[in-house]
């Protein structure tokens, strides 16, 4: 069989619904052909419904402030604060090992190139530097927590 014969009875496989084709010429060449399974690819439905308001009993609306001034009491709170934010995605650890004290703590002064934690990603553990100066006041995250990129890990005053 020559590569033009070869090449026909691939195509009229293609066609057909055989999914396998055995030939011998009189030469006493054989010549197997196999389809491939065809994968069917099934992508899930999603639907989306809409969220049903809860209805609260009415209460006194003056004494209770509106969602508007407690943000902006909170940022106020806030405005007060810088952040150590997580340079990437990983697990939070505080010490070097579980034996040894934590980096920092609540109360602690840290500078630009003070180590404060780490983050492990990927089997590597990177030493978090504060790159700002300051007090930590609070520390956001617990020891062994998953954070995200930009997630406020300290705060700094």
């Not at 010429?25 to 010549?31: A, E, H, R």
């Not at 992508?43 to 969602?67: D, L």
């Not at 650890?93 to 602690?108: I, N, R, W």
């Not at 530097?129 to 995200?148: F, P, T």
């Amino acid at each position: 069989m020559n590569f033009k014969e070869i090449k026909e009875l691939i195509e009229t496989l293609d066609q057909s619904n055989l999914t396998e084709i055995n030939i011998e010429d009189n030469k006493g060449s054989v010549v197997n052909l196999k389809k491939e399974k065809e994968t069917e690819i099934i992508t899930p439905q999603v639907t989306q419904q809409a969220a049903q308001p809860i209805m609260q009993p009415q209460t006194n609306v003056e004494a209770q402030p509106t969602t508007a001034q407690k943000s902006n009491e909170s940022e106020e709170k806030n405005d007060d604060y810088d952040t150590i934010n997580a340079p990437m995605v990983g697990t939070f650890y505080k010490s070097p090992s579980p034996d040894e004290e934590a980096y920092v703590q609540v109360g602690d002064t840290v500078t630009n190139d003070s180590t404060v934690c780490i983050l492990e990603a990927m089997k590597l553990f990177n030493e978090i530097q504060a790159e700002i100066s300051g007090e930590i006041v609070e520390i956001l995250v617990e020891d062994g927590q998953m954070v995200e990129y930009g997630q406020p890990l300290f705060k700094v005053k």
